[in-house]
C-alpha cells in the first residue's frame, strides 16, 4: 500500500513492517501505540525503522493512520500508574518524630 510520510511515498506492507521489527526492541511506550508481532511498540519508533527518516520529519498522526491503514491496532498508551502518596511513607510514628 502506497502510504506518504513526511511527504514522501512509501510502499508499505504489512509483512514488510513486522518483518522491519524483528529483532527490534521496544522503546517505552509515552504517547500513541501500536501492537505488532504481540509487542508494543510507540508509533514513532516504528516510524523511524520503516522509513528511515529522522523522527522529527513526521508526525504521530501520520504514522497512525499508515500504520491503520496497513491493519494494525494503534491506541494511546496506557496511563502510568499513580505514585504512592508521599504521606503513606510516614505511617510509622517513629518517622513523624511524635
Not at 33 to 40: E, K, L, Q
Not at 47 to 56: A, F, S
Request: charged content about 20%; aromatic content about 8%; overall charge negative.
Amino acid at each position: 500500500m502506497r502510504c506518504v510520510i513526511a511527504r514522501f511515498p512509501f510502499d508499505l506492507t504489512k509483512s514488510e513492517v513486522e518483518q522491519s521489527l524483528n529483532g527490534i526492541a521496544p522503546e517505552p511506550v509515552v504517547g500513541v501505540a501500536v501492537t505488532v508481532n504481540s509487542r508494543v511498540y510507540p508509533v514513532m519508533q516504528v516510524g523511524e525503522v520503516i522509513t528511515g527518516q529522522n523522527r522529527r520529519d513526521f508526525t504521530t498522526g501520520e504514522m497512525r493512520r499508515a500504520l491503520t491503514r496497513l491493519g494494525f491496532a494503534c491506541h494511546d498508551a496506557a496511563p502510568p500508574a499513580p505514585a504512592a502518596p508521599a504521606w503513606s511513607a510516614l505511617t510509622d510514628e517513629s518517622a513523624t518524630g511524635w
